[in-house]
């Protein structure tokens, strides 16, 4: 059995890599959408406008919405290009496109997609994702943020933290709590909000992280309206709105294509090292280009599951703690496989691979928290795909 994409997602390929050779810049080894400056953020927002003439931002949703009808194949060769190149991102593709889009695509009403999806393709709309809160992170469904119905609106009070690139974002969707005496599970509801920057008692406060990065916020709510029709489903069947867009948000290949990248410049630097180095390193380096081609084939299952029309679930979880728990152990090895200089950061002055290495490592320590803790995926693969009973 031959494991290959076809000859059109080959031409596809080769198209896109031409087009990432000439929109990237070969320096930008940040990536994503955690851009280290203001600068990054904005160069990514043009990159995004290029790919959205294209119809490149969502190229599997249907053309109505922006995208070109494109197979999940076809898709995921777009997935692996940009991770390989480190495509910027301004957060589109991975909240809008990767979770609030497909997720929309199944719960929202005709009017909301047609008012929502053709802003995610065109790149207007940057979405973050209001879902934690100080007291509830794995156990989700405890959350407390508090939305009463009031006329047309509900009104929203409470807190969420860890709001990945909120900063950046100009649009939320978040789980309240409309009903407080239901069991917890039943009375939360899915909301979005719009123009989080300018609505009136929504305010963020920056949390920085350990590679001294903005990446995420605390976001504070005190009498927020927030207009009934922004409701995704039914009013206290939310989560199960939220639970579709967490199945989308670990189905991710683009990583894999990443580490890749990474593994191929660490044995360009290995082969040029002496005798002795060489030795030290090329057996660990051969073992994570075998981990990294098994985490690769775990994601293709996620996008042959999403060829049938299915939504991935315990597999989407085999994927996100393999390649997590990867992701983690090859930056390591590549800082400490440069030696003391392999700490350099990318704004200090002679950090080898332009300091990419410390930078991955500093980002991959908390992927085995979001997403779900890898404890959680854990008990998701024992339960629904071993079924065994709850822990
Ligand atoms: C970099 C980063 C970005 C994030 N971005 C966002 C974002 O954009 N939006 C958003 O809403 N949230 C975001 N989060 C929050 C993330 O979803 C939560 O941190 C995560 O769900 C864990 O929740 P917690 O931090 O409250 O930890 P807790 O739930 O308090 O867990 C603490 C520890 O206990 C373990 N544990 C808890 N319950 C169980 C159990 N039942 N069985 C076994 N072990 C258990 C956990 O695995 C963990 O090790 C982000 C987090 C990080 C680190």
Redesign the pocket.
Known sequence: MELAFGKKEEELRKEVRAFLKENIKEEDTSGGFNNRSDEAFEEAKVFNSKLAERGWIAPAWPKEYGGLGASIYEQMVFNEEFGYHGAPDTGTRGFGVGMIGPTLIIHGSEEQKKHYLPKITSGEHIW?????EPGS???LASLQTRAVRDGDDYVLNGQ?I???GGHRANQMFTLVRTDPEAPKHRGISFLLIDDIKNTPGLTLRPLINMANRH??NEVFFEDVRVPAKNLIGEENRGWYVGMTLLDFERSGIGTTAGQKHTLEKLTALVKEMPDDLREKNRLKLADHVVSNNVARFLGYRIGYIQAKGQVPNYEASVVKIFQSELGQRIYGFGVNMLGLNGQLMPEQTGAPLAGEMPEAMLQAV?ST??S??N??QR?IIATRGLGLPRG
């Open positions: 973050c994702q209001g879902y934690s992170g794995s156990d969420k860890w709001t990945s990446h995420f908390p928290i979001y779900g803790t404890e959680i008990n």
